[in-house]
């Protein structure tokens, strides 16, 4: 496992430079791996089927007073948008990989994005899942 995470961020790492885009790597660690911090956003693979992360996603987001004020889901992708409490937008990405597995990306903030804001939620997704 660890070195299938090794391998998909170095390959993450080698794509993005040639494009012109250097990748921050996050520290956050969690059940399905270390989630990523690229282009202003939280990413992560989970052990969850898509149907449970967007509930959990949800969750999270209430047990932290923030009102999911939109959500969009389509057969392999879903978007829960929110307010932060300091106004900026909350954008959840949750995408289907397999029947037990979902990639969740969590951006808080227009500009740029907030890392710690989006930290915070993304553990709280993982604590619900």
């Known amino acids: 496992m660890a070195k299938k995470i090794v391998s998909l961020v170095f390959?993450?790492?080698?794509?993005?430079?040639?494009?012109?885009?250097?990748?921050?790597?996050?520290?956050?660690?969690?059940?399905?791996?270390?989630?990523?911090?690229l282009s202003g956003k939280l990413s992560q693979e989970v052990e969850g089927s898509f149907d449970k992360t967007i509930e959990a996603a949800k969750k999270a987001l209430r047990s932290m007073d923030l009102e999911v004020t939109k959500t969009t889901v389509d057969k392999n992708i879903a978007q829960i948008m929110s307010k932060y409490t300091d106004g900026k937008t909350i954008w959840i990405d949750v995408r289907r990989i397999s029947q037990k597995r979902s990639k969740v990306d969590v951006r808080v903030g227009v500009i740029e994005g907030d890392k710690e804001a989006a930290d915070k939620i993304l553990k709280k997704i993982e604590r619900y899942l």
């Open 11 to 37: 390959v993450s790492f080698f794509v993005l430079n040639l494009a012109g885009c250097i990748p921050l790597l996050a520290g956050a660690a969690g059940g399905g791996g270390t989630a990523v911090w």
